[in-house]
Nanobody, 119 residues
Framework: QVQLVDSGGGLVQPGGSLRLSCVASGSGFAINAMGWYRQVPGKERELVAAIAPDGGTNYGLFVKGRFTISMDNTKNTVNLQMNSLQPEDTAVYYC?????????????WGQGTKVSVSS
């Protein structure tokens, strides 16, 4: 059984920073990619950032160089450093793991961590 625990959300003023973390636990899987999506009520979930074990990254267009994703393969951990946060970044952020399980690929999700940007 694979589980994800994400953390690090909170309330921050515009221009501030937050660091989100996500840890994957369990056995019998290999990481194909990890990353973050975010969702605002009434809208579809959108990709924030993703990273592969070889270090390859992908960011949503709205990131514009403000966020940095990193991975510690040995600890099955992914972090998202978010700088220059703006009110439009307010959302629930969900960690995900795209895992290779023998004979299959599966997606796993964290419980979500809320980020609020407001003065």
């Amino acid at each position: 059984q694979v589980q994800l625990v994400d953390s690090g959300g909170g309330l921050v003023q515009p221009g501030g920073s937050l660091r989100l973390s996500c840890v994957a636990s369990g056995s019998g899987f290999a990481i194909n990619a990890m990353g973050w999506y975010r969702q605002v009520p009434g809208k579809e979930r959108e990709l924030v950032a993703a990273i592969a074990p070889d270090g390859g990254t992908n960011y949503g267009l709205f990131v514009k160089g403000r966020f940095t994703i990193s991975m510690d393969n040995t600890k099955n951990t992914v972090n998202l450093q978010m700088n220059s946060l703006q009110p439009e970044d307010t959302a629930v952020y969900y960690c995900y793991l795209h895992a290779k399980i023998p004979n299959n690929y599966s997606m796993f999700w964290g419980q979500g961590t809320k980020v609020s940007v407001s003065s």
